[in-house]
Nanobody, 129 residues
Framework: QVQLVESGGGLVQPGGSLRLSCTASGFTLSSYAIGWFRQAPGKDREGVLCISSNTIGSTELNTYYADIAKGRFTISRDNAKNTVYLQMNNLKPEDTAVYYC?????????????????WGQGTQVTVSS
Protein backbone atom coordinates (compact mmCIF):
# COMPACT_ATOMS: atom_id res chain seq x y z
CA GLN A 1 0.00 0.00 0.00
CA VAL A 2 1.05 3.59 -0.52
CA GLN A 3 2.64 5.04 2.59
CA LEU A 4 4.47 8.26 3.39
CA VAL A 5 6.43 8.85 6.60
CA GLU A 6 7.73 12.29 7.58
CA SER A 7 10.57 12.93 9.98
CA GLY A 8 12.98 15.68 11.00
CA GLY A 9 10.69 18.08 12.82
CA GLY A 10 11.46 19.56 16.19
CA LEU A 11 12.09 22.71 18.17
CA VAL A 12 14.40 25.33 16.70
CA GLN A 13 15.22 28.95 17.50
CA PRO A 14 14.38 31.75 15.06
CA GLY A 15 16.98 31.91 12.31
CA GLY A 16 17.76 28.23 12.58
CA SER A 17 17.38 25.45 10.04
CA LEU A 18 15.68 22.09 9.78
CA ARG A 19 15.65 19.37 7.15
CA LEU A 20 12.48 17.35 6.83
CA SER A 21 12.37 13.94 5.18
CA CYS A 22 9.53 12.05 3.57
CA THR A 23 10.13 8.41 2.76
CA ALA A 24 7.74 6.59 0.46
CA SER A 25 6.83 2.94 0.24
CA GLY A 26 4.45 1.05 -2.01
CA PHE A 27 5.28 3.18 -5.06
CA THR A 28 8.17 4.86 -6.81
CA LEU A 29 8.04 8.56 -6.04
CA SER A 30 10.09 9.57 -9.07
CA SER A 31 6.99 9.19 -11.24
CA TYR A 32 4.59 10.87 -8.80
CA ALA A 33 3.86 14.45 -7.86
CA ILE A 34 5.22 15.30 -4.40
CA GLY A 35 4.08 18.19 -2.24
CA TRP A 36 4.92 19.73 1.10
CA PHE A 37 2.09 21.39 2.99
CA ARG A 38 1.75 22.86 6.45
CA GLN A 39 -1.00 23.72 8.89
CA ALA A 40 -0.64 26.07 11.84
CA PRO A 41 -3.07 25.95 14.77
CA GLY A 42 -6.36 27.61 13.87
CA LYS A 43 -5.36 28.12 10.24
CA ASP A 44 -6.07 26.40 6.95
CA ARG A 45 -3.55 24.05 5.45
CA GLU A 46 -1.37 25.71 2.83
CA GLY A 47 1.00 24.52 0.16
CA VAL A 48 4.71 25.16 0.62
CA LEU A 49 6.60 23.46 -2.21
CA CYS A 50 5.33 20.96 -4.77
CA ILE A 51 6.87 18.97 -7.61
CA SER A 52 4.37 18.16 -10.34
CA SER A 53 3.93 14.78 -12.02
CA ASN A 54 5.31 16.18 -15.27
CA THR A 55 8.36 14.05 -16.03
CA ILE A 56 9.60 16.32 -18.80
CA GLY A 57 12.28 18.72 -17.64
CA SER A 58 14.28 19.12 -14.48
CA THR A 59 13.05 19.07 -10.91
CA GLU A 60 13.56 22.83 -10.72
CA LEU A 61 11.37 23.44 -13.77
CA ASN A 62 8.59 21.31 -12.29
CA THR A 63 8.69 22.83 -8.81
CA TYR A 64 6.16 25.33 -7.53
CA TYR A 65 7.34 27.67 -4.78
CA ALA A 66 4.82 29.38 -2.55
CA ASP A 67 5.70 32.92 -1.54
CA ILE A 68 6.44 31.78 2.00
CA ALA A 69 9.08 29.39 0.68
CA LYS A 70 10.92 31.48 -1.89
CA GLY A 71 14.46 32.28 -0.83
CA ARG A 72 14.32 30.15 2.32
CA PHE A 73 13.09 26.64 1.50
CA THR A 74 14.27 24.12 -1.07
CA ILE A 75 13.04 20.70 -2.10
CA SER A 76 15.00 17.76 -3.43
CA ARG A 77 14.55 14.06 -4.15
CA ASP A 78 16.77 11.04 -3.72
CA ASN A 79 15.25 8.51 -6.07
CA ALA A 80 17.53 5.71 -4.88
CA LYS A 81 16.21 6.13 -1.33
CA ASN A 82 12.64 6.90 -2.45
CA THR A 83 12.82 9.99 -0.28
CA VAL A 84 12.03 13.67 -0.69
CA TYR A 85 13.52 16.41 1.48
CA LEU A 86 12.46 19.88 2.53
CA GLN A 87 15.37 22.07 3.61
CA MET A 88 14.15 25.03 5.67
CA ASN A 89 16.52 27.89 6.45
CA ASN A 90 16.11 31.14 8.34
CA LEU A 91 13.07 29.85 10.16
CA LYS A 92 10.62 32.29 11.71
CA PRO A 93 8.05 31.87 14.48
CA GLU A 94 5.29 32.02 11.86
CA ASP A 95 6.72 28.86 10.31
CA THR A 96 5.49 26.92 13.33
CA ALA A 97 3.11 24.27 12.01
CA VAL A 98 2.59 20.61 11.34
CA TYR A 99 4.29 19.81 8.04
CA TYR A 100 2.91 17.15 5.75
CA CYS A 101 4.19 15.48 2.64
CA UNK A 102 1.73 14.24 0.06
CA UNK A 103 1.83 12.45 -3.26
CA UNK A 104 -0.37 11.77 -6.27
CA UNK A 105 0.19 10.13 -9.64
CA UNK A 106 -1.18 13.07 -11.62
CA UNK A 107 -1.21 16.30 -9.62
CA UNK A 108 -0.31 19.25 -11.82
CA UNK A 109 1.44 22.56 -11.42
CA UNK A 110 0.90 24.28 -8.10
CA UNK A 111 0.08 23.10 -4.60
CA UNK A 112 -3.61 22.23 -4.57
CA UNK A 113 -4.27 19.85 -1.71
CA UNK A 114 -7.44 18.48 -3.32
CA UNK A 115 -5.28 17.01 -6.08
CA UNK A 116 -3.25 14.90 -3.64
CA UNK A 117 -4.67 11.55 -2.60
CA UNK A 118 -1.97 10.19 -0.29
CA TRP A 119 -0.71 11.92 2.84
CA GLY A 120 1.81 11.32 5.58
CA GLN A 121 1.04 11.69 9.27
CA GLY A 122 2.83 15.02 9.63
CA THR A 123 5.77 16.23 11.68
CA GLN A 124 5.71 19.14 14.11
CA VAL A 125 7.98 22.13 13.55
CA THR A 126 8.15 24.69 16.34
CA VAL A 127 10.15 27.90 15.97
CA SER A 128 10.51 29.69 19.28
CA SER A 129 13.08 31.43 21.43
Amino acid sequence: QVQLVESGGGLVQPGGSLRLSCTASGFTLSSYAIGWFRQAPGKDREGVLCISSNTIGSTELNTYYADIAKGRFTISRDNAKNTVYLQMNNLKPEDTAVYYCATDPSAGWGCYENEYDYWGQGTQVTVSS
